[in-house]
């Protein structure tokens, strides 16, 4: 088990989060290097990862890559088991804020599209883990990467 599979979705929660199924998105560079892709948030333009809500008919995982596919444009193996959790506020419709559980899986990309759903909404750019790291605004993101550094940078 990695450190990353220890911060399990079935490790306890606050009673009152809302859970979200989210992808890393993770390629080797051609010189061997390990880069994330991040993507902005429709509204705010911060960065985060590809994440969304439970999908009636769809598994954890399911829900993960379809995010990934839709928010980033990207597809490939995803993990079996989650890498990791992490908490953020988030600031719903009606101006007040909801804490969300994020269960993310890694996902080792095999393709990039040019043509995705949410293209005209979001940015998306791939960072080194460190850089990916001080994009992130999300605490308890920053925290994951952090946990992560090493799990990661051993696939490369």
């Known amino acids: 088990m990695t450190a990353l599979a ?3 979705p079935a490790a306890p929660r606050a009673a009152e989060s809302l859970l979200q199924y989210g992808a890393l998105p993770w390629r080797i560079t051609r010189r061997g290097n390990l880069k994330v892709l991040l ?3 429709r509204e ?3 960065w985060l990862v590809p994440k969304g809500w439970p999908i009636n008919g769809k598994t954890p995982r399911q829900a993960a890559m379809r995010e990934a596919f839709e928010e980033a444009g990207v597809f490939g193996d995803l993990d079996s088991e989650p890498i990791g959790a992490y908490d953020y506020l988030k600031t719903l419709k009606d101006g007040s804020q909801a804490l969300c559980s994020v269960v993310l899986y ?4 095999r393709g990039t599209l040019v043509h995705w759903p949410e293209r005209t909404q ?3 750019r791939w960072h080194d883990l460190t850089a990916a790291t001080e994009a992130v605004s999300d605490t308890g993101l920053k925290g994951l990467f952090h946990s992560l550094r090493e799990d990661l940078t051993a696939r490369a």
């Open 106 to 109: 890694g996902l080792q990309v």
């Open 6 to 8: 220890r911060q399990h």
């Open 44 to 46: 705010t333009k911060r």
């Open 122 to 124: 979001r940015k998306r």
């Open 39 to 41: 993507i902005t948030s």
